[in-house]
């Protein structure tokens, strides 16, 4: 092997590469040997010499092709400043004038500029092994590329990334770089979500441990590196120190010589650390290439970082790639040798062209995986592993292609089981909840008692089975600030929130309603209940007595109407009936000889048309019939009208007393909002009050704004508080539905009015990036598929003593709805004893006075005749009555005249006093 060594001054700093290997087959004539010139342009002191030197050795080996070791020519030129144009116009100069087949140089602008256009200019194919920022080469398809590269260009790497932190479903991130060209790098990221990316350049007047601080206190979870892989394990260990490499963290790390490190100082790691890794370190013919690699470093006195390099990968690719290409042209007849080149008068290589289309069209399998570049020379269709440190050690979780995507392992699951396993192991996870019955109660000898054994309820049993059946441990704490947790002013969150964000707690569990709101901030469970939220309201006190309640069928209107219609109707009847022939004809001997004169002439006065008209309200007959046509149309018409009235009366009448309930003064929102009597509130920290603030819904709005101008404030620090405001009166509390039920259930003075204004459920709240959220949403589901949660709410909803059903008023009336109508019969029956009185006083003082008895004589007689009729008045043994009157004669006073009563005489209206024989005065 012939090598020529051109050293200039040594650079510390310059430790970037420039290769440049030409393939040349030499000879087409037959039987004359295959030959390949490779030559390389190195920095100084850079191990990809030593590099170049294995994969000329290895290169029969590597490219599978029956061709001998000294086929291979290695030329080799370093330059002392990699980002001098100057040094590297007169490197690639030098090498050209050896007449290579391919130059390969580095990928640093604009260095790589100057060396692509100088190999162009004599088609010499130009090939680059380092990370490309930006495309120099032409788009158009009939211009070839100056430049080939094997490394996986920039942006399709930074594809990978993204899709990478999507597994871990993000929402914020910081990204820590130490060169500007991350930005290109990271270039997909940014443009995904820019106002959600802090960018923390790693300066050198700040310690890596202060710079993790403030990615702590800004609460990001996601970090992503892009720094110099030797700085990764110091970045790491700051941020342990710190507090940023829990479970809940994730770290995405751009470099792709991450195996190169050692790792196991952060083993076991509770941290997601993700990265991708290009060499496939598990084949077996890598393996083997690797051991000559450490075997070959060995033998020159190497001890130090023994590791293959991506870069180094590659450059052992380029060598193979590039042989495997040359052969094949050879053995087509179409290679020819480049002549040496002078660049003062410049003279392009006829078969350059060719080489480079020919490594356009052409695939092969190194180190790095399937090597294809496209017509741009840039590398295509590669795939990289994507590796995570577990907790015994790095493994492979999922492959990465551009076709595809991301492509997570088979035993992926398994791993990620294990891991969770090995975590809630190791960990006793804190959970913090509020006590609010049934979801979280302190037991009644709770003092007494340590531990998760102070607490029961609905929540705390359904804890306990997740934790049987998963196998976590778990401590409970009541919140410190007893609020549920809701956005303040600021932006921050107070409440079992916060503690959560604060990473205080891992699982937040109680009736905690799942809004978008906190979703921002912390992640939940599949919900565990559903609900919504109601209206708590204190039931109505049964009402008193209605005492005219009757007359609710119909309204003052209809019933002034009735009796308006009534009396016309009457004096109309009595009219017509006077004037007309028919109705007041003559009387003949046969209607004298059958009726009494005396009711005949009854019939034709007007208080008896007014007794034939009340007869048909009441549907009662009154032995007064129409004769003429006209007084039957009045009454054919008076009793299709009573007809309608009385029909429409008792079917109103039966709706009013049957459908007769407890009846709230508000039975919905709208209730609420168009009146100003009953005040209302809502849970002040709670999800009830944001859903009133963030409504779209005009009512809710309306609500919103009279709650919050209220003062003092009309909303409740503890549901509780909102519960002993109910029950004070005059106030509603909107609650969710489910914690409604469980109230009332126990207090029969509460009642839900209404339906549900929304829809929402409970969940179980963990930080952002928890790995036990899928496992607890997971369980959540299994247990729903049964009749766990129902059993569960039963058993913690339901009283001891419920309160007694109310026995529906549709099934029996009382005396408070029928009480006015006894009323009304009472003073009727008033009325016509009243009436009855006056008709006997009347129709008693009419006889002349010393024709009658006493007025209470008369009375007592007439009351016991009707009592005990005509035949059975026998008068009493020893008893006698009498009439006193004084003699109008009578010359002094006190001379009176007794004269005994006769008992014969049965007028209707009174008993009729006879004078007796002188004989009974006598004995009298």
């Known amino acids: 092997m012939l090598i020529t060594d051109d050293i200039s001054m040594l650079s510390i700093r310059s430790i970037i590469l420039f290769l440049v290997v030409t393939l040349f ?40 092709l029956p061709i001998v070791r000294d086929a291979f020519i290695g030329m080799k030129k370093v330059i002392p400043d990699i980002h001098s144009s100057f040094d590297a116009s007169k490197a690639v100069c030098q090498l050209l004038s050896r007449a290579p087949s391919i130059v390969v140089g580095p990928t640093v602008v604009p260095v790589s500029h100057i060396l692509a256009s100088t190999c162009r200019a004599f088609h010499v194919p130009f090939l680059s092994i380092g990370p490309l920022l930006s495309r120099t080469s032409a788009a158009s398809p009939r ?110 790390i751009t470099s792709l010589d991450l195996h190169t490190l050692d790792l196991s100082p952060f083993f076991p790691s509770r941290a997601n650390i993700t990265f991708l890794q290009l060499l496939d370190l598990k084949s077996k013919e890598n393996l083997k290439m690797i051991r000559d690699f450490r075997r070959f470093q060995l033998m020159d006195g190497i001890r130090d970082n023994l590791n293959l390099t991506t870069e180094q990968a590659l450059l052992i690719d380029s060598v193979s790639f590039v042989v495997r290409t040359l052969y094949e042209l050879s053995a087509s007849s179409k290679l020819r040798s480049p002549p040496p080149f ?72 398994a791993t990620f089981r294990k891991e969770l396993e090995n975590l809630m192991a190791s960990k006793v996870f804190n959970v913090t909840t509020i006590v609010n019955p049934p979801y979280t109660m302190l037991k009644s000898d709770y003092r007494n008692r340590t531990g998760n054994d102070r607490f029961e309820g609905f929540c705390m049993e359904l804890m306990e089975t997740l934790a049987a059946n998963i196998g976590f441990r778990y401590s409970v704490h009541l919140v410190k600030d007893n609020s549920y947790g809701s956005r303040q002013p600021d932006g921050t969150f107070d ?33 565990f209940l559903k609900t919504g939220i109601s209206i708590l309201f204190r039931k109505p006190a049964q009402g008193g007595l209605t005492l005219f309640l009757f007359m609710k069928p119909f309204s003052i209107d209809v019933w002034i109407c009735m ?261 009304v019969l009472a003073v009727g029956a008033l009325l016509g004893i009243i009436m009855m009185m006056g008709e006997f006083l009347w129709e008693a003082t009419s006889i002349p006075y010393g024709q009658r008895a006493l007025l209470i004589v008369e009375l007592f007689w007439t009351l016991r005749y009707a009592i005990w009729g005509k035949d059975k008045r026998p008068r009493p043994k020893g008893m006698q009555s009498y009439f006193v009157s004084a003699r109008p004669d009578a010359g002094r006073v006190g001379d009176i005249e007794v004269y005994p009563l006769d008992y014969e005489d049965t007028s209707v209206y009174s008993w009729r006093c006879k004078f007796n024989t002188q004989k009974e005065t006598e004995d009298l």
């Not at 609460?219 to 479970?247: C, F, N, Y």
């Not at 020379?377 to 790095?394: A, E, K, P, T, Y």
């Open 495 to 527: 409440g079992m929130i916060k503690e959560l964000i604060n990473m205080e707690a891992d699982m937040a569990i109680v009736d905690l309603s799942i809004t978008a709101e906190r979703m921002q901030a912390v992640d939940f469970t599949q919900p």
């Open 143 to 252: 211009k070839l590329p100056q430049m080939l590269n094997l490394h996986p260009p920039s942006d399709i790497l930074g594809r990978a990334y993204f899709d990478v932190l999507n597994m871990t479903e993000w929402r914020s991130l910081t990204i820590v770089y130490d060169r500007e060209d991350a930005f290109l790098r990271l270039a997909p990221i940014l443009r995904a979500a820019p106002s959600l990316t802090t960018l923390r350049p790693l300066d050198k007047s700040v310690s890596p441990g202060t710079l993790f601080k403030e990615v702590l206190r800004s609460k990001d979870t996601h970090i992503v590196l892009d720094v110099d892989t030797q700085l990764i394990p110091e970045l790491l260990r700051s941020a342990k120190d710190v507090g940023l490499m829990t479970e809940y963290h994730n770290f995405v």
């Open 342 to 413: 002078k660049c003062q008068s410049p003279r392009p290589w006829q078969t350059g062209d060719l080489v480079i289309k020919k490594m356009l069209r052409s695939s092969f399998r190194g180190v790095t995986g399937i090597i294809t570049l496209n017509r741009h020379g840039l590398r295509s269709r590669f795939q990289v592993n994507v590796m995570r440190i577990m907790w015994n050690g790095v493994a492979k979780i999922a492959t990465w292609n551009q076709d595809s995507g991301i492509r997570t392992q088979a035993s992926y699951p």
């Open 563 to 823: 009796l308006t219609a009534f009396t016309g109707v009457t004096v109309l009847y009595y009219l017509i009936a006077s004037i007309s022939p028919t109705e007041n004809r003559d009387l003949g001997e046969d209607d004298l000889s059958q009726r009494d004169p005396q009711l005949l002439d009854q019939e034709m006065k007007i208080m008896s048309r007014f007794w034939f008209t009340i007869g048909s309200i009441m549907q009662q007959g009154c032995d007064l019939n129409p004769v003429s046509l006209s007084c039957r149309t009045i009454a054919s018409i008076w009793w299709f009208f009573t007809l309608i009235v009385v029909s429409s009366y008792t079917a109103s009448l039966a709706a009013t007393l049957t459908a007769e309930r407890l009846v709230s003064s508000i039975d919905s929102a709208d209730d609420l909002a168009r009146q100003s009597t009953i005040e209302y509130g809502c849970l002040a920290s709670g999800s009830s009050r944001k859903f009133f603030e963030q409504s779209t819904n005009r009512i809710y709005q309306q609500l919103a704004d009279h709650m919050d101008r209220q003062r003092p404030s009309v909303h409740a620090k503890t549901n509780d508080e909102g519960v002993r405001r109910v029950l004070a009166g005059n106030y509603a509390y909107f609650m969710e539905a489910t914690t409604i039920e469980y109230r009332k259930e126990r207090d029969c003075r509460l009642t839900m009015v209404g339906g549900l204004l929304d829809s929402k459920g409970y969940g179980i709240a963990t930080p952002v990036g928890s790995p036990m959220r899928k496992l607890l949403s997971k369980e959540i589901v299994r247990l729903g598929e049964t009749d766990y949660f129902m059993w569960l709410k039963e058993r913690w909803w339901k009283a001891t003593s419920p309160c007694p059903e109310m026995t529906p008023p549709s099934e029996e009336m009382g005396m408070r709805e029928l009480a006015g109508v006894f009323l």
């Open 25 to 64: 087959a030499g000879c087409v004539e037959a039987g004359q040997p295959f030959s390949v010139n490779i030559g390389g342009i190195f920095a100084s002191n850079s191990p990809l010499v030593r590099v170049f030197d294995f994969a000329i050795r290895r290169a029969p080996e590597s490219s599978r």
